[in-house]
C-alpha cells in the first residue's frame, strides 16, 4: 500500500522560505482557521493548539508573502488577502 499524502492548504507554501513539513502543517491550521473567520492572534493560536509566539511567526511569515494582513489596533485582526494560490475543487 502507498502511504496517504498529506494535504496542505495552497497558500502554506512560501517563495522565500524553506517549507518544511511542520511549517507547512502549521501554515495549514492557521489559514484554514482564517478561511472560517478572521481572528486575533491569540484567538488563532487557541483554535489551532499552537503558542501564540508560533502563530505569530507564521503570519509575520504569511504577511511578508502577502497572503495575509492585519487591520485595527492592538490586538489586531488578522484577515486573508485573497492573493496567492487558489484551492482547487474537484
Known amino acids: ?6 494535504t496542505y492548504h495552497p497558500n502554506a507554501y512560501l517563495q522565500h522560505v524553506k517549507n518544511v513539513k511542520s511549517g507547512l502543517k502549521a501554515r495549514t491550521k492557521i489559514l484554514n482557521g482564517l478561511d472560517e473567520q ?15 509566539d508560533a502563530v505569530m511567526h507564521h503570519l509575520r511569515l504569511l504577511e511578508t508573502e502577502e497572503t495575509v494582513s ?10 486573508m488577502t485573497g ?3 487558489k484551492r482547487l475543487v474537484s
Open 83 to 85: 492573493m496567492g494560490q
Open 70 to 79: 492585519r487591520r485595527g489596533k492592538r490586538p489586531c485582526i488578522w484577515l
Open 38 to 52: 478572521p481572528g486575533s492572534a491569540s484567538s488563532i493560536a487557541k483554535k489551532t493548539d499552537a503558542t501564540y
Open 1 to 6: 500500500m502507498y502511504p496517504i499524502k498529506e
